[in-house]
Every structure is written in C-alpha cells, then in structure tokens.
C-alpha cells in the first residue's frame, strides 16, 4: 500500500510540474565551485513536511539523480546514470532536502532542478578547472646591444599557460593592469607579450584567473633580462674558467709524467 502511494505521489508530482500548479521561480540561482571542492545546492527548506516527495533532476534531459519520499521515509541517489559521471558524489541532507555534490569536476557542470510538492527551484552550476602557476620566459637568443646609458634598452618577455579554459591572462605593473586576454574554450594554450626596461625598477606579475581563483607569477628582470655587455663578461668568465682548469689538468698529467721519469731515472742509477 505504501509502496502504491509512493508511485501515485510520484506520478502527481511530476504531473504538476508540467501543469505548472505549483510556485515556479523563473530565475536561475548560479553557483560556482572550484574542481575537487563540494558544493551544496540549497533546497531553502529548514526542514521537510511529513508529506514532502524531492526530486533532484540535471541536465536537458532532466534526469532524475536523487529523490526523497518523507512518507516512505527513503533516500536515493541514482548516480549510477549519465555514464556514472556522480558516481559516490551525490548526497542527500535528510533535514532540508539540499543535494550536496562532493568531489566535483567540470564535467558536473550544468543546470540542477529541485521539484517538490509545492516549489521548483533551479540552479546553475559551473565547476572551475584548477589553475596553473603562469610561465615567464625571455627572448633568451637576443640581448640589448645599448649603452648602460641608454633608456631604449628593451627585454622583451612572454607570459604563457597551457591546457586552460574560461580564463584572463593579464600582465600587471603594480596595481595597474597593462594588458589582457580572456578565452571560454576548453583546454587552450595562451600566451601574452611584454616589453620591459632592462633598468626598470617596476614591480610586474602576470596573473590567471577565473571568476573565483587565481594564480600569479611574479617577474624578476635581473634574472631574465640581460644586457649584450653582461651576457659577453658572463661568456667571458665562463672561458676564463674552462682554460684554468684546463691549464690545471694538463700541469698535473705533465707532474705525474716527470715523477714517473724520475722514477725511472733512479731505477736505471741503481741497476
């Protein structure tokens, strides 16, 4: 009998719905996550009626993936369906009703509808990709050929991120920001130039961020940036150093050369 009523409470629920018969609120609550974290999607109720049935539905299908029947005091999770993408992932709160998604990824993303007796509400959920730490390089074939003297002497540099999607790519002097690019695709690579002072004294960072995370990655120009001269006395050192040990190996083969002469000599004097 009460698994009959269950049913019939089913079927009028959904038959409802379709009616329309009970409060629709139009507007979509958006929700935002970042990928691994929970989230929980808010039924509004401090606690259910005795004859409350929740049904929990995503997507364009609206595919049912958690209900709760007060009377029949039962809650499922179907996270067995839609390729068992919530697989261990769905819980129920048996006081509100709320679905609480744990361990999410981007492939959660998309519309959640919450149904019940009396009210429908609907959220969309968009779960964020972790970011990566942006990579600055340089020009590292080229090297300013002017004078210390000089204010035209350039660096220039190249900020860059890979596998990212629905991001900015920013550079930043200071607080000021210089330049930017965004993208909404999925898994793209962005990169975004920059041309420095070699004695510029200015703090830069080139930032990623989406909509509740970011990552920075600060520039040090005295290590990326470098003057032809400083590059010359760099190579110069480097030389200096190969030709002193150089030198240094061949004084000691020529040391253990004339010991083994002397050696020899000594022997032939006694024989």
């Known amino acids: 009998m009460m698994k009959m ?18 409060a629709d609120t139009d507007a979509v609550e958006s929700v935002s996550v970042l990928e691994g974290d929970s989230v929980a999607l808010d039924s509004g109720f401090t606690e259910m009626m005795d004859d409350d049935l ?3 539905r995503f997507g364009a299908e609206n595919t049912l993936i958690a209900q709760i029947s007060v009377m029949a005091d039962s809650i499922t999770v179907y996270d067995d369906v839609l390729d068992e993408r919530f697989r261990d992932r769905l819980k129920l709160d048996n006081q509100t009703g709320s679905l609480i998604i744990t361990n999410t990824r981007t492939e959660h993303t998309g519309l959640y509808k919450l149904l ?17 730490v942006p990579v600055i ?41 210089l330049s930017s690019i965004s993208v909404s695709d999925l898994s793209i690579s962005l990169s975004l130039p920059l041309e420095v002072e070699y004695q510029d004294k200015n703090t830069y ?13 600060h520039l040090d120009i005295s290590q990326l940036c470098h003057t032809c001269s400083e590059v010359h006395v760099s190579c110069c050192a480097t030389a200096e150093a190969v030709i002193r040990l150089v030198v ?8 253990a050369a004339a010991a083994v002469l002397l050696v020899n ?5 006694r024989a």
């Open 265 to 269: 000599d000594i022997r032939s004097t």
């Open 5 to 22: 009523f269950h049913t019939l409470a089913f079927c009028c629920l959904s038959c409802c719905h379709l009616a329309g018969v009970f």
């Open 116 to 132: 019940t007796n009396s009210v429908s509400k609907s959220f969309s959920l968009t779960v964020y990709a972790r970011l990566p």
């Open 137 to 177: 390089s340089s020009n590292s074939s080229q090297c300013s050929s002017s004078s210390s003297s000089s204010s035209s002497s350039y660096c220039s540099l190249l900020c860059s991120v890979v596998n990212v999607g629905h991001v900015t790519l920013s550079w930043y002097k200071g607080n000021s920001l």
């Open 54 to 56: 929740i049904l929990w």
């Open 205 to 217: 960072s080139c930032v990623l961020n989406n909509p509740i995370s970011n990552q920075t990655r």
């Open 248 to 255: 240094t190996a061949l004084m000691g083969v020529a040391a």
